[in-house]
C-alpha cells in the first residue's frame, strides 16, 4: 500500500530546530513534487514547502523563508523539513504529501498525504 509516514515532530523552545523527514513506500516519488503543509487547530491548511522532482526547485511561504529548508533524497524515498529559529507560530501538525502534477502550493492537487506529525513550540 502507498504510504507517507511522517516523524521528528515534538516539542522546542522557541528558537530551537526541529528536522522532520518523510519516507515513502509502496511507490517511488522521485518523479513527484513533495511538500509540507500544516494545520493549526481552527485554521486551514496552510502551504509550507515544496521541491520538484527534476530542476529541485524549492519554494516556500513567506512565513517560513530563511527558516525552514525543504530536501530530499530519492535513493531513502525521502523529503525532509529542517526548521530553524521555530516560533510559537509554527505550532501545528505538519503534513507531507506527493504529487504527480505541477502545482506545488495547492492542497487539493495532491495525491498523497501522510498522517501527520504534531510540532509545539513553547515560548
Known amino acids: 500500500q502507498v504510504q507517507l509516514v511522517e516523524s521528528g515532530g515534538g516539542l522546542v523552545q522557541s528558537g530551537g530546530s526541529l528536522r522532520l523527514s518523510c519516507v515513502a513506500s509502496g511507490r517511488t516519488f522521485r518523479n513527484d513534487i513533495m511538500g509540507w503543509f500544516r494545520q493549526a487547530p481552527g485554521k486551514e491548511r496552510e502551504f509550507v514547502a515544496a521541491i520538484k522532482p527534476f530542476t529541485l526547485s524549492t519554494y516556500y511561504a513567506d512565513s517560513v523563508k530563511g527558516r525552514f529548508t525543504i530536501s530530499r533524497d530519492n535513493a531513502k524515498n525521502t523529503v525532509y523539513l529542517q526548521m530553524n529559529s521555530l516560533k510559537p507560530e509554527d505550532t501545528a501538525t505538519y503534513y507531507c504529501?506527493?504529487?504527480?502534477?505541477?502545482?506545488?502550493?495547492?492542497?487539493?492537487?495532491?495525491?498523497?498525504w501522510g498522517q501527520g506529525t504534531q510540532v509545539t513550540v513553547s515560548s
Open positions: 504529501a506527493a504529487e504527480r502534477g505541477s502545482f506545488y502550493n495547492d492542497a487539493s492537487k495532491y495525491d498523497y
